[in-house]
Nanobody, 117 residues
Framework: QVQLVESGGGLVQPGGSLRLSCQASGLIVSLNHMAWYRQAPGKERELVATITNYGSTNYADSVKGRFTISRDNNKNTVYLQMNSLKPEDTAVYFC???????????WGQGTQVTVSS
């Protein structure tokens, strides 16, 4: 059974930083495509960042240069380092895993990030 558990969200002032974590079980993060999505109130869920099984990364234009996705294979965990946060980054952030075999999607429960003074 695959489980993705996010943590690290919270309230931060504009310009601040947060690091989100996604602890995976039942799935090896280094062998699958991992991603972070976010969903703001009244908006559709949008892709924020991805990391492939090869370690290649990609980012939404809105977060390029500010966010970094990474993984720790020993901890089977994916991270999203978020710097220079803006109020428009406020959303629920979700961890996603897409398996290399079968293309199955798994989601975490989400963690709230609020950027406000």
């Amino acid at each position: 059974q695959v489980q993705l558990v996010e943590s690290g969200g919270g309230l931060v002032q504009p310009g601040g930083s947060l690091r989100l974590s996604c602890q995976a079980s039942g799935l090896i993060v280094s062998l699958n495509h991992m991603a972070w999505y976010r969903q703001a109130p009244g908006k559709e869920r949008e892709l924020v960042a991805t990391i492939t099984n090869y370690g290649s990364t990609n980012y939404a234009d809105s977060v390029k240069g500010r966010f970094t996705i990474s993984r720790d294979n020993n901890k089977n965990t994916v991270y999203l380092q978020m710097n220079s946060l803006k109020p428009e980054d406020t959303a629920v952030y979700f961890c996603n895993a897409r398996t290399m075999i079968g293309g199955l999607d798994y989601w975490g429960q989400g963690t709230q990030v609020t950027v406000s003074s």
